[in-house]
């Protein structure tokens, strides 16, 4: 049996590519990922205490827009952290829970996506390089995925204003990642205001990837729904993706949200309704509490502060710090010659950039944006963290 066209064109998964890159090769010395950016850390109590007084109702089938405490927790957070009139997110219109955040941002096309734009195959843009699902929605939805180059140059963000006017007539949706996978980079309100006038001027929607909106370094990131009211009063051609993976460390829980738009939301809760992919209640309960609870978010963040501390006094200039997230993109002269002499010698496990990423010229290795860098995920305990960033370090200095 053979794969469909749409399916086969679906990208390589990051992590197959390292697998197959590393292949036989053992490790140099005793091994440390630094690869996957998978948050670890202790089960905050009142997380095990909201599942235990829910587990009965493992024994029902869950709502496809989630619990009214759920919703209340959902859009009390949602104005607090993005310092939004109260009144202004409504818990019924303007929130739905998500299976984590790759759930809504690869199902949320489908609703939105049209079986044609200016009389043309839709286009779904993003950035270059980007988390794999934006890819496989766009293909599995039949648009045309657009990668679009975040260089150093343009601050690692793409740049959707470069397009020409006959792409962006095709474009369909947007992709934005703030703080950005694997940059760190962050959208400014001015960034957010040029992207919304060429959506309303050329009639797509943005979807803001922002779930690591609460792990940052200094100021919190200017985030969407903060800037589409500070510029419209509303919140209009937008949603945006948020996720206890990050914010709370709890990846297992597979629990997001998505909020924006209550027309959008209203579009996106019919599908989803259809297609059926309910959070368990009992993990709602759990959820509720952790949008609820700021304290253990706050413990979370000074643990990534510590991390990129001991990476800067160990890294110094070889690194430059990112403004937000948990991933160093560390420049070296090839990422795959980088990632494979890390675990020959070192035995650190890291992911090479172009494996995040697209030639922008067809056949021409070195044109794709991740071609010179490496990233790394900061992840770990603090002191696994220093011992792999020391052997990183010795390689550097040595290559």
Avoid at 27 to 50: M, N, Q, T, W
Avoid at 268 to 283: K, L, S
């Amino acid at each position: 049996m053979t794969l469909s066209p749409r399916l086969a064109a679906l990208p390589d998964g990051p992590f197959g590519r390292l697998a197959a890159l590393l292949g036989n090769v053992p490790p140099g010395k005793e091994a440390i990922s630094l690869a996957l950016g998978d948050p670890s850390g202790a089960v905050p109590d009142f997380v095990r205490e909201a599942l235990a007084r829910d587990t009965a109702r493992f024994g029902n089938y869950p709502q496809i827009a989630g619990t009214p405490e759920w919703r209340n927790a959902a859009a009390g957070w949602v104005t607090r952290r993005f310092a939004l009139p109260e009144g202004r997110i409504d818990p019924e219109r303007h929130v739905l829970p998500l299976n984590g955040t790759r759930d809504g941002l690869f199902s949320v096309l489908f609703p939105f996506v049209p079986e044609k734009k200016a009389g043309q195959q839709p286009i779904v843009a993003m950035p270059n390089p980007f988390y794999q699902v934006y890819a496989a929605g766009a293909l599995a939805c039949g648009a045309e995925p657009l990668y679009v180059p975040a260089l150093a140059a343009n601050g690692f963000l793409p740049d959707y204003a470069s397009l020409p006017p006959a792409t962006l007539d095709r474009i369909a949706a947007v992709y934005v990642c703030s703080p950005s996978n694997p940059e760190g980079a962050l959208a400014t309100q001015a960034y957010w205001d040029t992207l919304f006038v060429l959506a309303e001027r050329h009639d797509f929607i943005v979807l803001a990837d922002e779930c690591y909106a609460d792990i940052y370094f200094d100021a919190p990131p200017v985030c969407a729904l903060t800037a589409r009211f500070a510029q419209s009063n509303g919140f209009s051609r937008l949603l945006t993706f948020h996720s206890l993976s990050k914010r709370s460390g709890l990846p297992g829980l597979r629990s997001g949200m998505v909020a924006g738009c209550a027309n959008l939301i209203t579009r996106f809760r019919a599908f989803r309704n259809v297609a059926g992919p309910q959070v368990p209640t009992p993990i709602l309960a759990a959820s509720a509490a952790c949008w609820s609870d700021e304290a253990h978010v706050e413990a979370h963040r000074a643990t990534y502060q510590a991390k990129m501390a001991a990476a800067e006094r160990v890294l110094g200039n070889q690194m430059k710090r990112p403004s937000g997230g948990f991933f160093l993109w560390l420049e070296v002269e090839n990422g795959e010659d980088a990632a494979l002499g890390l675990w020959r010698e070192q035995g650190i496990r890291v992911l090479p950039g172009a494996y995040m990423g697209r030639e922008i010229e067809a056949g021409k290795t070195q044109t794709n944006p991740g071609f010179s860098y490496v990233r790394l995920a900061l992840v770990s305990d603090l002191s696994t963290i220093l011992s792999a960033l020391e052997r990183v370090r010795n390689f550097l200095e040595r290559a």
